[in-house]
């Protein structure tokens, strides 16, 4: 149907936690919760992710300067935003110029 449902967030309006009252609210079809989002498939998922993301933010972690900054979330939400605007200060802060080398001149 296109329709999507949440076990907790959004049932479907008959629904009393069993697989049989698991129906589509307009058509009354059987739903079927796909075997990822299930806890172990989402473990799944998520170890997935992290095989793969991990890399990619070790490499930009070594690079100089570094390219990934970590904002903590845990914390108070002013706090979070100051970090952030610290974090996008630091990528968009214009590089320094090259010292001039001993005894060049830069008159014109």
Same mark, same amino acid.
């Given at each position: 149907s296109g329709r999507v $449902?949440?076990?907790?967030?959004?049932?479907?309006? =008959? $629904? &009393? =936690?069993?697989?049989?009252t698991l129906l589509d609210d307009e058509t009354g079809d059987p739903l079927v919760q796909r075997t990822g989002d299930e806890p172990a498939g989402f473990a799944r998922r998520?170890?997935? $992710?992290? &095989? &793969?993301?991990?890399?990619?933010l070790e490499y930009y972690a070594r690079q100089r300067p570094p390219l990934i900054y970590t904002v903590r979330t845990n914390i108070a939400p002013f706090a979070v935003e100051l970090e952030i605007e610290v974090a996008v200060a630091a990528f968009t802060k214009p590089p320094p110029l090259p010292a001039e080398a001993p005894g060049s001149s830069s008159s014109f």
């Open positions: $449902y949440h076990t907790k967030f959004k049932q479907p309006k =008959g $629904y &009393d =936690g069993t697989a049989e998520l170890n997935h $992710y992290h &095989d &793969d993301i991990n890399p990619v």
